[in-house]
């Protein structure tokens, strides 16, 4: 079945700094991605949405300065979290889907945690 | 716009006890719809779709159908185990565009044994 990496699993850093996180399919060519935010014991929300080799999309009252997300080529996306705040904990979840299906495919997450 | 009503957790059940959970959508077009299930600790996992009405989607015991009429996709399971603890998500797909996901809020299901 399809993967979906994500790496780092979890991430502590301090606020202000800048953290990176990858997202790879692993057995498949991702035309697009999609980043989400899991708040504890709540559900995903979209971040945005990435096409390879174009911007992101991304949703309404996410910053996209804050969130810089780069699709560059087929099998990896990266998101990262700009001038880390603490409420920028979360965990983030990538999920991934080829060009001739519509199901998306689940990365397992990345935890992070500004101090 | 598109949006997933799931029924509020949480639900504690013993082992072998017959499971539901609701989900309903409002949504326009005709959307696939998903029942996806996140583990402690780990990412989501596709658990059962269905892509059009009157479709059953069903995997692991677990069966959901997808009614048109009520607007519905509920999630049953005959007889639980303690390894369905999880929480569960109901999700559809946007018909056109990015066909993008939205999720309801999840049910976070717990099996006694």
């Known amino acids: 079945g399809a993967v979906v990496s994500q790496h780092p699993s979890r991430v502590i850093c301090k606020s202000g700094t800048s953290v990176k996180i990858e997202c790879r399919s692993l057995?498949?060519?991702?035309?697009?991605m999609f980043w989400y935010r899991q708040f504890p014991k709540q559900s995903l929300m979209l971040m945005a949405t990435s096409n390879e080799g174009s911007k992101a999309t991304y949703e309404q009252g996410v910053e996209k300065d804050k969130f810089l997300i780069n699709h560059a080529s087929l099998t990896l996306s990266t998101l990262t979290v700009t001038s880390a705040h603490p409420e920028d904990s979360s965990f983030y979840i990538c999920?991934?889907?080829?060009?001739?299906?519509?199901?998306?495919?689940f990365g397992p997450g990345t935890r992070l945690t500004v101090t | 716009g598109n949006s997933v009503t799931q029924m509020e957790g949480p639900v504690t059940l013993s082992e072998e006890a017959f499971l539901t959970i609701n989900c309903t959508y409002t949504a326009t077009g005709y959307p696939s719809l998903f029942w996806y299930v996140q583990y402690p600790g780990e990412g989501l996992q596709l658990l059962l779709k269905?892509?059009?009405?009157?479709d059953k989607g069903s995997n692991k015991g677990f069966e959901a159908t997808y009614r048109k009429e009520t607007t519905s996709f509920h999630l049953e399971k005959g007889s639980v185990q303690v390894s369905d603890s999880a929480v569960y998500f109901c999700a559809l797909s946007e018909v056109q565009g990015a066909q993008k996901l939205v999720f309801g809020q999840g049910t976070r299901l717990t099996i006694n044994p």
């Open positions: 999920s991934a889907r080829d060009g001739q299906h519509y199901e998306q495919y």
């Open positions: 269905a892509t059009k009405a009157d």
């Open positions: 057995d498949f060519q991702a035309t697009t």
